[in-house]
T-cell receptor, first 115, second 110 residues
Framework: ETGVTQTPRHLVMGMTNKKSLKCEQHLGHNAMYWYKQSAKKPLELMFVYNFKEQTENNSVPSRFSPECPNSSHLFLHLHTLQPEDSALYLC??????????????FGPGTRLTVL | DAKTTQPPSMDCAEGRAANLPCNHSTISGNEYVYWYRQIHSQGPQYIIHGLKNNETNEMASLIITEDRKSSTLILPHATLRDTAVYYCIGGSGNTGKLIFGQGTTLQVKP
């Protein structure tokens, strides 16, 4: 798990709280991703950053705000979440989206519970 | 992005080969076939990918049909630790999108 790390691994928050999820990749990659996995549902792509530019926002509500300060770090800022936002949030990284193959490697995830 | 179809579940005896099928009849010419697996509540683990040719690595083999409409992931000697959900995904290097389906739950039994 040293390639892509995520902190915290577990988070419980109230609907009025503000919290942030952190992802760090140690693979020298240039693209980073946020996915959401709700119970018994497939992974859903949320955001994509390629060379620090956001290239995909998959109609994600504004209460989720991503930040990519550099190619190694990705944050997901959370505010005024709803209980249905409780899920496993997964970060991934890949060498860079430039055509051809671009294999993604995932972190262990943050288990988020919204009360 | 290609839609893939996989059986919801499969069983395999420990030590035997596990052959996991996937249909991806809508895959486009520049889309790769990726296989990942996810052990309960962990992040997906990359297994293998291919475009046209069969591929093999230390984890598995990937057999892609000549028309690229289907593929099979082969775990040559399944162990109990291979019990997981296996995802077959058509992915384009142009967009970075991986569209995960429900996958196949592989249960390796002693």
């Amino acid at each position: 798990e040293t390639g892509v790390t995520q902190t915290p691994r577990h988070l419980v928050m109230g609907m009025t709280n503000k919290k942030s999820l952190k992802c760090e990749q140690h693979l020298g990659h240039n693209a980073m991703y946020w996915y959401k996995q709700s119970a018994k549902k497939p992974l859903e792509l949320m955001f994509v950053y390629n060379f620090k530019e956001q290239t995909e926002n998959n109609s994600v509500p504004s209460r989720f705000s991503p930040e990519c300060p550099n190619s190694s770090h990705l944050f997901l800022h959370l505010h005024t979440l709803q209980p249905e936002d409780s899920a496993l949030y997964l970060c991934a990284s890949s060498p860079g989206i430039r055509g051809g193959t671009d294999t993604q490697y995932f972190g262990p995830g943050t288990r988020l519970t919204v009360l | 992005d290609a839609k893939t179809t996989q059986p919801p579940s499969m069983d395999c005896a420990e030590g035997r080969a596990a052959n996991l099928p996937c249909n991806h009849s809508t895959i486009s010419g520049n889309e790769y076939v990726y296989w990942y697996r996810q052990i309960h509540s962990q992040g997906p683990q990359y297994i293998i990918h291919g475009l046209k040719n069969n591929e093999t690595n230390e984890m598995a083999s990937l057999i892609i049909t000549e028309d690229r409409k289907s593929s099979t992931l082969i775990l040559p000697h399944a162990t109990l630790r291979d019990t997981a959900v296996y995802y077959c995904i058509g992915g384009s290097g142009n967009t970075g999108k991986l569209i995960f389906g429900q996958g196949t739950t592989l249960q390796v039994k002693p």
